[in-house]
């Protein structure tokens, strides 16, 4: 019998979406994730004669500018999600925990990454620096399992705090590196073109995409809260939302069905307005969804918002993870050396573990903790964005070599983090390694293990 192999794509990911309803719970609980398997399957599923059509960026500009376009989506969908789920109060001392993870650590990642592929891979400088810049951020997209749970449900959890906030900012120190890469192909020394980049993709674009995001979800938050979105919510309490015969009720329908529009209408918006004004549209995305959230706070808007958008993220997550089984199965690591694998295995086991345990020394979390913040820095689909859009903008040379560590990065941090993540934090909890030691000056009155409101600058707040 003949078939057409995009049916047999139908097929593939319509299983793939009505399994990961209860596979990632189950999987939760075994020495495996959801996306471990569901790359396995999608590379036996494309390595089959089954005249699939093959998904390799090195040898085909169509296929990198699709990447480019569908990671650009899902990280803006994962962003989105991990915004709106931060409960803590933005602060400087609340967030204090994060800002050495985004100066100290992700600088030492991107210096080294980038030294050892100029010594040890013989890159170029740019394509070095590109490439630095390609691994340093921690994922936003399948560090899903470490971060923190849906707005208004998470316990204090300082691990998951940090690891969800780093991933949520640290484009904003990834991308400017990846225009440092595109603006030295070609050149041979220090000149007026690195005060150029200095001035205009770090601070320009940093400043930019923070405002835009922190106007947007200003004046999102307020289009929908002024609007009396909330009206009947908050006087519904936790077991209102179904009616005498277990349905949802209209109030809980209209709610769910109409704002998640305007949650992701106001997420794109934020992204599409900063890149016009070439800001950063991801740490704009993030901010947005950070400054909404701290509107109305107690408010079951947001518990909504976040699952919308969960679904959204874990729809095209499927499709993401099958075709990266799908490049792996086409020969993107055919151009893969001992010490290209070597290096992204440093990467994961000792510069990003130094790099982030340098930057949490002065963290209140007992070692044990630092140490896990340290370790679980998950690398996926944003570094398939950056490498994808750095070849899309400019020509670099050992393309292939770029591609194959970057995915075998990828892979082994799959398996690697997907197998270690859940044992580690349930024996971290465990000991209360997940903790700060102390109280935090602004967070007095949860203790560790408890998840209750606490008066925060003259709110209720969840820690």
């Not at 329908?253 to 106001?266: D, N, Q």
Request: with cysteine; hydrophobic share 50%; aromatic share 10%.
């Amino acid at each position: 019998m003949d078939f057409e192999p995009r049916i047999l794509l139908f097929v593939l990911f319509g299983l793939g979406l009505i399994a990961a309803v209860g596979l990632e719970r189950w999987l939760s609980r075994k020495y495996l994730s959801l996306p471990l398997l569901y790359v396995g399957i999608g590379w036996a599923v494309f390595s089959l004669p089954l005249g699939l059509p093959r998904i390799n960026p090195t040898a085909s500009q169509f296929d990198a500018i699709t990447l480019e376009y569908v990671t650009e989506f899902i990280v803006i969908a994962s962003l989105a999600g991990a915004g709106i789920a931060i409960d803590r109060p933005v602060s400087w001392k609340n967030w204090a925990q994060i800002w050495p993870l985004l100066v100290i650590a992700m600088p030492v990642t991107i210096v080294a990454v980038a030294v050892l592929g100029w010594w040890g891979l013989g890159l170029a400088p740019a394509s070095a620096i590109l490439l630095g810049a390609v691994l340093a951020p921690t994922d936003p997209v399948l560090a899903r399992s470490v971060q923190v749970g849906p707005p208004g449900e998470s316990e204090r959890h300082d691990i998951r705090f940090s690891l969800t906030v780093e991933a949520g900012l640290n484009d904003g120190l990834a991308f400017p590196f990846t225009y440092l890469a595109i603006a030295a192909v070609g050149m041979t020394a220090v000149g007026g073109w690195t005060l150029e980049w200095f001035a205009l993709d770090f601070v320009w674009r940093i400043v930019a995409g923070i405002a835009m995001g922190w106007a947007v979800g200003r004046a999102g938050a307020w289009y929908v809260f002024e609007r009396k979105a909330d009206a009947g919510m908050a006087e519904m309490g936790e077991d209102d939302d179904v009616d005498e015969d277990g349905h949802p009720s209209s109030v809980a329908l209209k709610y769910s069905t109409s704002e998640g529009l305007v949650v992701l209408g106001t997420l794109l918006l934020a992204y599409g307005a900063a890149e016009l004004v070439e800001g950063y549209g991801f740490l704009a995305v993030f901010v947005g969804a950070v400054t909404a959230r701290q509107r109305e706070n107690a408010s079951r808007y947001h518990k909504i918002s976040h699952h919308f958008i969960d679904q959204i993220e874990k729809i095209v997550l499927v499709g993401v993870l099958f075709a990266f089984g799908g490049m792996l199965a086409s020969g993107v690591l055919d151009a893969l050396t001992w010490p290209g694998a070597l290096l992204a295995l440093a990467l994961i086991f000792i510069i990003r573990p130094i790099g982030g345990f340098l930057a949490e020394l002065n963290c209140n979390l007992p070692w044990h903790g630092k140490l896990t913040v340290a370790f679980l820095g998950i690398r996926g689909m944003g570094s398939v964005y950056y490498l994808a859009y750095g070849q899309n903008h400019a020509t670099f040379s050992d393309l292939d070599v770029l591609w194959a560590v970057t995915a075998f990065a990828i892979l082994a941090s799959i398996v690697i983090h997907g197998v270690l993540s859940a044992p580690l934090m349930r024996m971290i909890e465990g000991r209360g390694g997940h903790i700060h030691r102390g109280q935090h000056p602004t967070l007095e009155g949860l203790s560790p293990g408890v998840r209750r409101p606490v008066k925060v600058e003259g709110r209720q707040e969840q820690g």
